[in-house]
């Protein structure tokens, strides 16, 4: 196969960027898009080109670090998967493919494909967890969890933290990711005592950090490589409201574990 | 010069852990802020400890290379973690644990730490479960079980095909919580490039921020690695692209005995190899094996579809060769048995070099609907990347690299041959021997990093005590920032022509056939003659572009190659010296009628520990002596 990439270039976070287009020859359809781009790495490199940077590791679709807009999609055509999973038999012989990093205000872009998505573990430091020391804990099978319920945990917990909910987003918007959280651990019996404080302290962490607001595009579950729904939204929204309704009066001061 | 004090434990080893604990030094909490701890990677052994040690209220400044710790590639772990809860009444305890890990091991680990690693199992369940972990439940809502490779009780946890996944969000959600209590201060997309050793002692890293590019060191009491494995120096592994052994090789140039680098570990179950364009393996969880037959063609040539070939033309070779474990034999069988079908000439799939794996009989037995809920992610996974459904159409596999038994000696306070470095998880040696049995992985590097580090790592600051550590300030610092700075502009100053994959997948090839599957005295003599001629090729005609002051991606890896080019000599030294078969390290010459490894306890039950003796001297050999007291040796018998 022989295809021509537009792919997104900028050198440093100041620089503006702008698209670059290459020819690659030799592409084989067995290959997958990662693949592609080593393979196009190698082309630039022996033209003593500078290699596009793009962020990738486990390259098996789990560690949620690639992150590259194919076409106008998060992660490309392909549903519920990966650019590392996406291969090229996907593509026509010929084609014209552009890659462009994630779009957010929230992701600044560090060099070419590559952005900065810290802003998502600021979210979860902000209580995407449940407290726990390390050491003894209570037998499991004490409290019993019906499967449904562990399996329901379980599709919100898949979510790989890869930011294609942020990039699909018209508005940036960052709901998906924490939605799945909030219902991962507030499902979970273990999660019940800090599940409404965990909803607010996430949502309101996901605001400061510049994320859009959600207006029921759904474009979020469209290219979510996991297929996370977006009715853990509508679970994040009702503890959030609940949350902030039911709020206690604030008597005596917050108290921490010591 | 090395010593090797193992600081084992004394007395029945049923006690053992209990009664050192009990004689540790502890750190009071008042004196915990007061101490500065460095946790070198975010994977379970390493966020588990940093977690662990920031919840404690020590001070922890921890690193990784990837953009967030909960990209570690312990995350892409499918199968499961094994624990002896014994919930399937099936007379499973501590005691078959332990002995399940020292015979899969081939007798080549440590015994105390092997008791200790399946004591703590239980507790690593109760841990994941509080912090919701969700695990896969029956239908009363208890925990369910799956059996893995190489054992005959139910153990296994697991979440679908995730179970990495879903342990190493459970550390990553603990160590965020005490990042945002600022206990520990995280540093993302930093990557150790050396370790401040002062009078014997080491203290501190210096690290390469991969945006900026900037050198910097970081002081402390006590550095812990937990950077992984080094299956990346065969180039195609199932590890992540980034996983490499600078961290422990750097530790062995300042003085930490490495400890069987050959010992690594073949898989069995991945999808086979499609051409030079390869970047990585993608393995199949090993669990498939549980209701996957596994066979080849009985004739050399039968180019049939695998559907129209009859039972009777069918070579189940495990069940045919080990009735009793048939197709759930440990892995390094596996894997042997696989290559040596291959190289017979009746392989599948385009090269060759694939076996079947098919679950034709057991969609028969329980229903499509019921194999696909077992492993739906691991089937969606494979027709992904081969456009083919296994259905439909057999699983074609074949064995790849996928963990690294050996790695840095430590004793059983996890502490290196170097004071104040600690090395857990994949970095160290000390669980697994010479074989690794399925679901242990997960199991040992959460026993590591949340319940032994924490301990005995106070033991080490107790006695060192308070207003040791040294300023940043201190020359001693500022060399090692120079040293580090100079390997990184020798790479930049090279400009020649060949790129750092090449280089990479020449090596990789070296080592795949010299030090792979099957080693003989021939094969890595071989190998110690073509890896120095390969190193000095790629000082002098590797191409790394660009500067260090900026991110360079291509010189992250030039670095980690320019290890692999001296660390894949050493592991050959190991594997030739060890002049005997055991788990996977399969030397041609000594194995028993039916092509098993053959161990020879007489001269080789020890760990090999290599002391680093300058640039371009032999590394020098140490042996640590293994007795089996507790569990007396006798030979490994899967049949």
């Keep these: 196969m022989k295809i021509r990439v537009h792919v997104w270039r900028q050198e440093n976070r100041s620089d503006t960027g702008k698209m670059e287009t290459y020819t690659v020859d030799g592409v084989l359809p067995d290959m997958s898009f990662l693949e592609m781009m080593d393979h196009l790495n190698e082309q630039l490199l022996s033209q003593g080109n500078r290699p596009v940077a793009f962020d990738h590791d486990c390259r098996e679709g789990v560690c949620g670090m690639c992150s590259m807009v194919i076409n106008g999609e998060a992660h490309g055509p392909m549903q519920e998967t990966t650019t590392c999973q996406l291969y090229m038999r996907h593509f026509e012989d010929g084609a014209d493919i552009y890659v462009e990093p994630w779009r957010s205000r929230a992701f600044p872009v560090i060099q070419d494909l590559m952005v900065d998505r810290s802003a998502f573990d600021r979210i979860i430091e902000a209580g995407g967890y449940i407290s726990n020391h390390s050491g003894p804990k209570p037998e499991p099978n004490s409290m019993p969890i019906a499967p449904e319920v562990a399996e329901q945990a379980l599709d919100a917990a898949t979510c790989i933290g890869c930011g294609a909910c942020v990039a699909a987003c018209p508005n940036g918007s960052a709901m998906l990711f924490t939605a799945a959280k909030v219902t991962h651990l507030g499902l979970l019996p273990q999660g019940q005592p800090e599940r409404y404080l965990r909803a607010k302290s996430m949502v309101e962490k996901m605001e400061e950090e510049g994320f859009g607001s959600c207006r029921n595009y759904a474009e979020c579950e469209a290219q979510c490589p996991k297929g996370i729904s977006i009715a853990f939204i509508g679970r994040l929204n009702a503890d959030y409201l609940r949350a902030t309704l039911l709020e206690p009066m604030d008597r005596r001061g917050k108290m921490e574990a010591q | 010069m090395l010593t090797l004090n193992a600081n084992l434990p004394t007395g029945p080893i049923q006690d053992a852990w209990t009664n050192h604990k009990n004689n540790l030094k502890l750190v ?60 399937r009444n099936d007379g499973d305890s501590t005691w078959r644990l332990f002995t399940d890990t020292i015979k899969g091991g081939d007798y080549r680990a440590r015994e105390a730490n092997v008791y200790r690693l399946a004591e703590l199992s239980t507790a690593i369940i109760d841990q994941a479960v509080a912090q919701g972990v969700p695990f896969a439940r029956e239908y009363g ?80 009491d006590a550095v812990v690695l937990a950077t992984g494995g080094y299956g990346n120096v065969y180039h195609l592994s199932t590890n992540a692209k980034g996983c490499n052994v600078t961290a422990a090789y750097r530790a062995f140039k300042r003085g930490a005995g490495f400890a069987n680098p050959c010992f690594t570990q073949i898989h069995p179950t991945s999808i086979p190899n499609a051409g030079d364009y390869q970047s990585k393996l993608t393995l199949m969880s090993e669990s498939l094996r549980n209701d996957g037959r596994i066979w080849v063609p009985r004739n050399p040539g039968d180019k049939r579809l695998p559907a129209d070939i009859p039972e009777a033309d069918r070579f189940y070779y495990l069940e045919e060769r080990y009735p009793a474990f048939g197709n759930l034999v440990p892995r390094d069988v596996a894997a042997r048995n696989a290559k040596e079908v291959c190289d017979r000439g009746i392989g599948v799939g385009p090269t060759g070099y694939g076996v079947y794996l098919d679950f034709a009989d057991a969609i028969k037995r329980n229903g499509v609907h019921a194999v696909k809920s077992k492993y739906a992610n691991l089937f969606e996974m494979y027709h992904r990347i081969t456009d083919e459904d296994p259905i439909k159409t057999p699983m074609r596999i074949y064995p790849a690299v996928h963990y690294t038994m050996g790695g840095l000696w430590v004793d059983y306070n996890l502490m290196t041959t170097l004071p104040g470095l600690f090395a857990i998880g994949e970095a160290n040696f000390a669980d697994h021997g010479a074989n690794r049995l399925g679901a242990s992985s997960l199991m040992q590097c959460l026993a590591d990093g949340y319940f032994i580090l924490p301990v005995t790592i106070g033991d080490y600051l107790a006695k060192y005590g308070l207003q040791h550590r040294l300023k940043s300030t201190e020359p001693v610092f500022q060399e090692t920032e120079k040293e580090a700075a100079s390997r990184v502009q020798r790479l930049l100053s090279i400009k020649g022509k060949r790129t750092v994959s090449d280089f990479h997948r020449e090596l990789g090839k070296i080592m795949w056939n010299d030090c792979g599957i099957s080693r003989s005295q021939s094969s890595l003599e071989h190998g110690l003659q073509a890896i120095p001629q390969l190193r000095e090729e790629f000082y002098r005609h590797v191409n790394v572009p660009g500067s260090h002051d900026h991110l360079n ?59 680093y003796k300058g640039e371009g001297a032999k590394p020098e050999l140490h042996k640590e002596p293994l007795e089996f007291k507790a569990f007396p040796l006798a030979q490994r018998n899967y049949k």
């Excluded at chain 2, 101490?35 to 920031?54: H, N, Q």
């Excluded at chain 2, 490039?193 to 890293?205: K, Q, S, T, Y």
């Excluded at chain 2, 020879?600 to 090999?608: A, G, I, W």
């Design chain 2, 141 to 220: 809502g208890k925990l369910a079980n799956r059996s893995f490779g190489g054992v005959l009780v139910e153990r296994t946890f697991y979440c679908r095909g995730e179970t990495g996944q879903q342990l190493l969000l459970g550390c990553y959600q603990a160590l965020a919580e005490q990042i945002g209590k600022k206990q520990v201060a995280m540093y993302n997309r930093s990557e150790l490039l050396d370790l401040v050793v002062h009078e014997g002692i080491c203290r501190g890293i210096v690290a390469r921020d991969l945006e900026s590019g900037q050198i910097k060191s970081f002081t402390a």
């Design chain 2, 553 to 611: 991606q291509s010189l992250e890896h030039a670095g980690r190659v320019a290890d692999f080019l001296e660390f894949g000599e050493l592991m050959c030294q190991d594997a030739l010296l060890r002049d005997e078969s055991c788990g996977c390290h399969f030397r041609e010459e000594h194995q028993t009628e039916d092509n098993e490894a053959k161990r020879n306890d007489d001269e080789y039950t020890f760990v090999s520990v290599f002391e």
């Design chain 2, 28 to 87: 009071g909490p008042k004196n915990r802020p007061k101490f500065k701890i460095i946790v070198v990677g975010t994977g379970l052994a390493g966020a588990a400890a940093a977690a662990s040690l920031g919840a404690m209220g020590y001070q922890v400044d921890c690193f990784c290379f990837q953009d967030s710790p909960r990209r570690a590639h312990s995350i892409a772990a499918q199968g499961g973690v094994n624990a002896s809860k014994n919930y």
